[in-house]
């Protein structure tokens, strides 16, 4: 249950874009200016991913409980390895990120950037596979009926 709510907010972080979208609105998701424009800048690159995947993931959280989805998935999860997979390697890029922005200069951010981009993109390309090898799994719920 935990990886599929790991996928699901690794999903609306990278497809779906609502929390970065959320967070920039409100001015919070900006590390250039607002309240995040003070700090220091992975000081503040950390704090703006941070409430990016808090707010995706209780987004999922919430789309989970809201639809019961955990009775109706199947015992061991499909796609759980490539969903796991796709999701760390996702995550490699903004992590790095965090490590790279305290290097004056910008060069090392850009070049680590450069070199996981095609990790970045399997990883994607992972997750909306095991995502969707999941959802074709999970059970229909007993409230509706279907014509034959």
Known sequence: MNTFIFGMTTVFVIFIKIPSLFLKLTGLGSIHTGLLGGLHKSLAVAIS?????ALAYLIALALVKFSKIESRLPAPLAGKKLILFGSIA???????QIVTASIPGGGASFTV??????ITSAGAISLALGML???LEVKPSGKFTYPE
Not at 49 to 53: E, G, K
Not at 90 to 96: I, K, M
């Open 133 to 135: 090898y999941l959802l």
């Open 113 to 118: 950037r450069m070199f996981l981009s095609p």
């Open 90 to 96: 996702v995550l490699l890029a903004p992590l790095t």
């Open 49 to 53: 991913l941070f409430l990016t995947y």
